[in-house]
């Protein structure tokens, strides 16, 4: 419960500021990945079950912080799994080529959030939290993409953790 609580007050928190710091660039977006779980079985032994997941993000962003709230499910070899995450990341170089008028920007991030694990008819709920590194590159001024990597922890019985490879594609407004 408290941690539902705290998790709750972080994203209003985060919403309210990102409202007047982030106000010049939202952006919609969407990804695709390749997850892998690290799950116990039935009988409790070690498991890695692998699975793509889609899902969506909506967020904010300037030259330095992008803050995200991201959705993502995937459905693999009876394990399904439902995730809802707050990430941040943080822009830690910019390249700035005016000849193809392409904006490299690698990041490093965080995220915390809400996940659904079902497998072999047991369902469990929880929070995850995590890092992960990426790049993100604009190639127009509306439009970028993002290779990320996460790596998120678990508090549920039956999934320990899992790690992720994502390509997503944002639209700035």
């Keep these: 419960m408290l941690n539902k609580l705290l998790l709750s007050s972080l994203l209003i928190l985060t919403l309210s500021e990102a409202k007047d710091s982030f106000s010049s660039e939202r952006l919609l ?3 695709v990945g390749y997850a892998g779980l690290e799950t116990k ?11 793509v997941e889609f899902g969506f993000r909506i967020g904010a962003q300037n030259r330095d912080w992008r ?3 991201i959705a993502n499910m995937s459905n693999s070899k009876g394990h399904k799994t439902q995730k809802a995450m707050l990430s941040f ?6 390249s700035l080529y005016k ?3 392409i904006v490299f920007k690698p990041y490093l991030s965080g995220h915390i ?22 790049l993100a590159w604009n190639v127009l001024d509306e439009v970028d ?3 990320g990597y996460r790596y998120s922890f678990t508090e549920l019985d039956n999934l320990d953790s899992f790690d992720a490879v994502t390509l997503g594609i944002n639209y700035i407004y």
């Design 99 to 101: 000849k193809d008028d």
């Design 145 to 147: 993409f993002d290779l």
């Design 29 to 31: 977006g969407i990804e």
């Design 113 to 134: 959030g809400y996940i659904k694990h079902t497998a072999d008819n047991l369902s469990e709920k929880g929070m995850l939290y995590g890092g992960g590194l990426g």
């Design 67 to 69: 803050t995200s709230i």
């Design 89 to 94: 990341d943080k822009f830690v170089w910019q």
């Design 41 to 51: 079985d039935a009988i409790g032994l070690d498991e890695s079950v692998s699975s």
